[in-house]
């Protein structure tokens, strides 16, 4: 079955320092792999999505994503966090026509 | 881009009545679309799988008496909750598979308070 782990709830940079989190996933077949993000009682937007080719995923907003298959990772970084990035960060998996299924979230603060 | 709308965005009822949730491709056909819940601070949740002309498929521990879905045509989804009580306040988010491209778009989701 896939799923998804999140093992970071809570992450506080400062702002203009440098962001991962991390995103570990389970899928019995070639995984479809995806960041959103979302702002309080906000839907969700895409940052970034891998489905094959180049492990390393450039998305919006200034971040990225690798795609790790030894170690069933693909942790989205920034080199340096803007206080609007402060919001919840979900990583999800899945086929590419099918349902998804999401991390338990990660919310990011941004300190001044 | 393939947009998808949700209405309305934010509902209050009181607790016994039945609200019913539109979730919309504007721009494209959409054969599969999902239904998620999200509860405060928490991850999203798949309710069921919809696909258009047939009966939707629950997740395990969904209640398909209690969340009725229907997708009558390419572009609609509904999810009406009947007999709402309190602990169906939720965050209810819509996706769709565009026919095409086969990629999944989300709607805005739906602040449902039963009062």
């Known amino acids: 079955a896939q799923s998804v782990t999140q093992p970071d709830i809570h992450i506080t940079v400062s702002e203009g320092a440098s962001l991962e989190l991390r995103c570990n996933y389970s899928y019995g077949a070639t995984p479809y792999l995806f960041w959103y993000v979302q702002s309080p009682g906000q839907g969700l937007q895409l940052l970034l999505k891998?489905?094959?080719?180049?492990?390393l995923v450039q998305g919006i907003k200034g971040f990225e994503a690798e795609f790790k298959r030894s170690q069933s990772s693909f942790n989205l970084r920034k080199p340096s966090v803007h206080w609007s990035d402060a919001a919840e960060y979900f990583c999800a998996v899945g086929a590419r026509n099918n349902d998804m299924r999401f991390g338990a979230g990660t919310r990011l603060t941004v300190k001044p | 881009g393939a947009v998808v709308s949700q209405h309305p965005s934010r509902v209050i009822c009181k607790s016994g009545t039945s609200v019913k949730i539109e979730c919309r491709s504007l721009?494209?056909?959409?054969?599969?679309m999902f239904w998620y819940r999200q509860f405060p601070k928490q991850s999203l949740m798949l309710m069921a799988t919809?696909?258009?002309?047939?009966?939707?498929?629950?997740e395990q521990g969904v209640e398909k008496d209690k969340f009725l879905i229907n997708h009558a045509s390419l572009t609609l989804s509904t999810l009406t909750v009947t007999s709402a009580h309190p602990e169906d306040s939720s965050f209810y988010i819509c996706?769709?598979?565009?026919?095409?491209?086969?990629?999944?778009?989300f709607g805005p989701g739906t602040r449902l308070t039963v009062t």
């Open positions: 996706s769709a598979i565009h026919e095409s491209s086969y990629e999944q778009y």
């Open positions: 891998y489905f094959s080719g180049d492990t």
């Open positions: 721009d494209f056909q959409a054969t599969t």
């Open positions: 919809s696909n258009e002309g047939s009966k939707a498929t629950y």
